[in-house]
């Protein structure tokens, strides 16, 4: 069954520093999203993206955050200058996005957990 | 906005028991419902998911789940639960109709006394 692919597993990372976390989405599919998860909270909603552009993101995703799809498979979540808070589990998914059943396949990856220090 | 609410924190069974994870969202459109197991520490497992057809989907490990529209919810069933049954489960609820995000619980802890 396709997968999605993040990697590392496991960040970290000085707290000012820049960080990137790469997903690789199941190719065909055309929306992608990122979700954090702070330790012993609920998921939450991050951004979603769609032909190369925003197309929602939470308040949680300020200007701290961006997203890129740099070449044809991998879609990545930059954070600028990482604040202890943004310790987290972060999960990449993505969708089919086309057709009647258009989250129909909508799939996760294991996740990358950053920790801030 | 669509919501989910998973009323239970946290429960405890005893393993061979019956189990019963209560899962009730709030959407305005058709919804497409899934239920996730996460252990300590790991990424999100799909057990089951709803889309359409019959309200009662089977999953992995022994789950399933029944969809009740008329209650608005999905919870999720086990006859008989296992040691390694302990885990944090998450319900969640999506679109059908366009692609957009997932909204989760806040999870119920699930812990299997001896």
């Known amino acids: 069954e396709p997968e999605v692919t993040q990697t590392p597993s496991h960040q970290v990372t000085q707290m000012g520093q820049e960080v990137i976390l790469r997903c690789v989405p199941i190719?065909?599919?055309?929306?992608f999203y990122w979700y954090r998860q702070i330790l012993g909270q609920k998921v939450e909603f991050l951004v979603s993206f769609y032909n190369n552009e925003i197309s929602e993101k939470s308040e949680i995703f300020d200007d701290q955050f961006s997203v890129e799809r740099p070449d044809g498979s991998n879609f990545t979540l930059k954070i600028r200058s990482t604040k202890l808070e943004d310790s987290a589990m972060y999960f990449c998914?993505?969708?089919?996005?086309?057709?009647?059943?258009?989250?129909?396949?909508?799939?996760f990856g294991s996740g990358t957990r950053l920790t801030v220090v | 906005a669509q919501s989910v609410t998973q009323p239970d924190i946290h429960i405890t069974v005893s393993e061979g028991a019956s189990l019963e994870l209560r899962c009730n969202y709030s959407?305005?459109?058709?919804?497409?419902l899934f239920w996730y197991v996460q252990s300590p520490g790991q990424g999100l497992q799909l057990l089951l998911k709803?889309?359409?057809?019959?309200?009662l989907v089977q999953g992995i490990k022994g789950f399933e789940a029944e969809f009740k529209r008329s209650q608005s919810s999905f919870n999720l069933r086990k006859p008989s639960v296992h040691w390694s049954d302990a885990a944090e489960y998450f319900c969640?609820?999506?679109?059908?109709?366009?692609?957009?995000?997932?909204?989760f619980g806040s999870g119920t802890r699930l812990s299997i006394r001896p």
């Open positions: 190719s065909n599919h055309l929306y």
């Open positions: 959407y305005g459109a058709t919804p497409y």
């Open positions: 998914a993505s969708s089919p996005g086309t057709g009647g059943n258009r989250n129909y396949g909508y799939t």
């Open positions: 969640a609820v999506g679109a059908q109709s366009s692609a957009s995000k997932i909204i």
């Open positions: 709803y889309f359409s057809g019959d309200t």
